[in-house]
């Protein structure tokens, strides 16, 4: 059975104080707490078995690859890819995106059509901007609509035999919208387009079935999903991460090196060049062992019960505004109250010890959309409780109360 306070054990960083109070962390949609569990994998690496991977003879190493590649192995088995070798560890969500990008600078050619989401993540925006620079490649943008979904229609209209990518974050990080993304892979394949899945917002609270979902790429970062930061994923299928370039040069990622020629190694290691982040790869695999062992659709239930909780109490506060009313979203609620400016709210939440994001989120043209500056999201975990929500209700109105 889902019982929160327990949980909470294995997150000693939520028993402490901030500013004096008991924290209350709902800046989750930035980055996720680390259980003890997935802590003592990576001291466990440092005090027993550091050693560089798939080169040693000695036991210290043949131990740190086996740990390795079975975290591998769970990253597969998690997205249900076919293949170990699908699966690429990066740094992240921002280092998969670049990877495939620039990958594509020698595919592309001028007039090429790519379409994007305007609910993205600047990550996966820039560096399709930088490869149209390179390429002549044309970028198109899928709206949005007034309730922060996308415009389905629009996207039909949009979609035509030039489109060689799509990109589409599955879960907005500014507004919690979950995108149809089976439909848009669907609608993308029936024109002969490859999509990209930005699934960085998205595995914390809905498990990826990547060959379900037929989906050509699809990538996360570790560190939302209560992993450690600077480690992620990069899902490709197989045929298409072979046609692919390499992405940077170095050790680990050829098969031989003279002056005169250098060939690659297969798949994975000839997009994994030089010593990865070994102790945050195989913490990445336990991250999931550590969601899956409280199961992703148990900590999707209970979020939306916390979604419904806050919503609620929120839209109690005059003057209070909810960006993103999507009927399929996550537990994300972003806001603004009256004309206060987010950050003078979010700075009193903080001495109040109530950890909030304000700004932009990594999501300019959305602000853009709605003509403010930013807003206030406050993002749950399967950790955070009803009486958290509560402290944020009251949190908000002691803030409004003092700006006013
Ligand atoms: C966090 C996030 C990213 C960037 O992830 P990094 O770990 O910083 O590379 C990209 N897209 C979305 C939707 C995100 O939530």
Not at 226 to 255: F, R, W
Request: with cysteine; hydrophobic share 40%; aromatic share 8%.
């Amino acid at each position: 059975m889902f019982d929160v306070n327990q949980l909470r054990e294995d997150f000693p960083i939520l028993s402490r104080k901030v500013n004096g109070q008991p924290l209350v962390y709902l800046d989750n949609a930035a980055t996720s707490q680390t259980p003890k569990q997935v802590v003592e994998v990576i001291s466990d690496y440092y005090y027993r078995y550091n050693a560089n991977i798939h080169r040693g003879v000695h036991k210290l190493s043949q131990e740190a690859t086996d740990a390795y590649e079975k975290a591998r192995a769970t990253i597969q088995n998690h997205f249900n890819a076919a293949h170990p070798h699908e699966i690429i560890f990066t740094a992240g969500t921002t280092e998969s995106i670049n990877c495939i990008a620039s990958g594509y600078a020698s595919l592309l050619k001028k007039g090429d059509e790519l379409l994007i989401s305007a609910l993205e993540h600047h990550s996966n925006i820039v560096p399709w901007q930088m490869l149209c620079e390179k390429t002549g490649a044309l970028l198109k943008v899928i709206p949005m609509t007034l309730e922060g979904t996308l415009d389905m229609n629009a996207f039909e209209l949009l979609l035509n035999s030039k489109t060689q990518l799509v990109f589409v974050n599955h879960v907005s990080n500014a507004l919690g919208t979950i995108n149809p993304i089976q439909e848009i892979i669907d609608k993308a394949h029936q024109k002969g387009a490859k999509v990209l899945i930005d699934g960085a917002q998205a595995s914390p609270h809905i498990k990826a079935d990547v060959q379900a979902l037929d989906v050509d790429y699809y990538v996360t970062s570790a560190h939302k999903l209560c992993g450690p930061t600077g480690v992620g994923m990069l899902y490709g299928k197989s045929a298409l991460l072979n046609a692919l370039p390499a992405y940077q040069g170095g050790g680990e990622m050829i098969a031989t090196v003279t002056f005169e020629k250098t060939t690659y190694a297969d798949l994975p290691h000839k997009f994994e060049a030089g010593t990865p982040n070994i102790a945050g790869g195989i913490a990445f695999g336990a991250a999931l062992d550590y969601m899956n062992g409280i199961g992703i659709e148990t900590i999707a239930r209970y979020e939306a019960e916390l979604l419904a909780y806050a919503t609620t109490a929120l839209q109690r506060i005059d003057g209070l505004k909810i960006y993103g009313e999507a009927k399929e979203k996550t537990a994300v609620i972003s806001f603004n109250v009256g004309s206060i400016h987010p950050y003078d709210i979010g700075s009193i939440l903080d001495q109040m010890g109530i950890a909030v994001r304000t700004g932009h989120h990594c999501a300019q043209p959305i602000m853009d959309f709605y003509k403010i500056p930013g807003t206030i999201r406050a993002s749950f975990s399967f950790y955070n409780t009803f009486e958290e929500i509560d402290r944020l209700e009251a949190g908000i109105r002691r803030a409004v109360a003092m700006l006013q």
